[in-house]
């Protein structure tokens, strides 16, 4: 917990050191307005509304990643369904295949007194 506490002392030093050096006031122009803030002042308040709009658009590809897996998932969960599916249909196959009475013999004479004919 000292190290998180000095560590962050550590990098409020250099912010505090840029407030005191660069707190003069400066002419800000936009359209028909005109005002003055401190140099500071801008440049952190530019620095604080980046940090947020990258943490705003992460949260949005972070949700979108987040809804494609979901999707992603469910596409899965029915391809193993149908695939179960089919397995059991095959195996209905096989045992109805397995079941019926093997071809006779007088089948396969035809064939050749057919092919005699010829």
Same mark, same amino acid.
């Given at each position: 917990?000292?190290?998180?506490?000095? $560590?962050?002392?550590?990098?409020?030093?250099?912010?505090?050191?840029?407030?005191? =050096?660069?707190?003069?006031?400066?002419?800000?122009?936009?359209?028909?307005?005109?005002?003055? $803030?401190? =140099?500071?002042?801008?440049?952190? !308040?530019? @620095?604080?509304?980046?940090?947020?709009?990258?943490?705003?658009?992460?949260?949005? *590809? *972070?949700?979108?990643?987040?809804?494609? =897996?979901?999707?992603?998932? *469910? /596409?899965?969960?029915?391809?193993?369904? $149908?695939?179960?599916? @089919?397995?059991?249909?095959? &195996? /209905?196959?096989?045992? $109805?295949?397995?079941?019926?009475?093997?071809? !006779?013999?007088? &089948?396969?004479?035809?064939?050749?007194?057919? /092919? !005699?004919?010829?």
């Amino acid at each position: 917990m000292k190290l998180k506490i000095l $560590a962050g002392l550590l990098m409020l030093t250099p912010v505090l050191i840029y407030v005191v =050096q660069n707190g003069s006031l400066v002419p800000i122009h936009f359209l028909k307005w005109e005002y003055a $803030a401190s =140099q500071a002042l801008l440049v952190l !308040s530019s @620095l604080l509304v980046g940090v947020i709009l990258g943490l705003m658009l992460s949260y949005v *590809r *972070r949700n979108k990643e987040k809804s494609q =897996q979901k999707k992603t998932e *469910r /596409k899965a969960k029915q391809l193993k369904k $149908a695939e179960e599916k @089919l397995k059991k249909q095959q &195996e /209905k196959q096989q045992k $109805a295949e397995e079941q019926k009475p093997i071809d !006779s013999p007088s &089948e396969g004479n035809s064939e050749n007194s057919t /092919k !005699s004919d010829d």
